[in-house]
């Protein structure tokens, strides 16, 4: 039972460059969520699927679009990445189908550069 | 808008020693309150979730509550051990639907030996 996984764990990337961010969980959950944190702000929620085939906007979604792929995996991808969007970015799924109401679980994040 | 704030930001003591970190919201109308913890480099570990029906919440040696009415919550650790030292983030869920979890910034915990 390996939880959230994401890949990859690193990357850096070159103004206007695109790439998915993947994530899967193996905890037969409903709702899976990204984050992304910076220094000084906290954690802020991007997007978040509160079931499968389902997809919303949360706080700070501009220059990001999400697919949730099936029930396990949840990718975020930046179409063209911008230098603001360096950051740590981290998945989380929880069980219930009224997110929230139960522990989410994270996963060990991604590191992105953009340059 | 739910604002969540932990005091203090950095918080450094001696091993033994117990503690209290703080943590305020803003809107009452909370339907959880969850507490995490984050080591260097690594990703959330949920360490307690209160309902906002419940008053408190032990694991442990931690014990966290949580007071509506005052918009606040804390998490005791007793007998704090350098294994404690990370950062404690606590999260609040607003009672209603197309929300998420709101995060407080942190307090960094250092236990020295």
């Known amino acids: 039972n390996a939880g959230v996984t994401q890949t990859p764990k690193f990357q850096v990337l070159k103004t206007g460059q695109s790439m998915t961010l993947q994530c899967a969980q193996d905890m037969n959950h409903n709702s899976m969520y990204w984050y992304r944190q910076d220094p000084g702000m906290g954690l802020r929620l991007i997007y978040y699927?509160?079931?499968?085939?389902?997809?919303d906007k949360g706080e700070v979604p501009n220059g990001y679009n999400v697919s949730r792929l099936n029930k396990r995996e949840f990718s975020l991808r930046l179409e063209s990445a911008a230098p603001s969007q360096t950051s740590v970015y981290f998945c989380?799924?929880?069980?219930?189908?009224?997110?929230?109401?139960?522990?989410?679980?994270f996963g060990p994040g991604t590191r992105l550069l953009v340059l | 808008k739910q604002e969540v704030t932990q005091i203090p930001a950095a918080l450094s003591v001696p091993e033994g020693e117990n503690l209290v970190l703080n943590c305020s919201f803003t809107d009452s109308a909370i339907y959880n309150l969850q507490w995490f913890r984050q080591d260097p480099g690594k990703g959330l570990t949920s360490l307690l979730l209160i309902q906002s029906s419940q008053r408190e919440q032990t694991s442990g040696r931690l014990n966290a509550s949580l007071d509506k009415s005052s918009g606040r919550s804390t998490l005791y650790i007793a007998a704090s051990q350098p294994g404690d030292s990370a950062t404690y983030l606590c999260?609040?869920?607003?009672?209603?639907?197309?929300?998420?979890?709101?995060f407080g910034k942190g307090t960094t915990l250092s236990v020295s030996s």
């Open positions: 699927s509160a079931s499968e085939g389902t997809t």
């Open positions: 999260a609040a869920q607003l009672n209603q639907a197309g929300t998420a979890l709101i």
């Open positions: 989380a799924s929880s069980e219930g189908g009224f997110y929230g109401q139960e522990t989410q679980y």
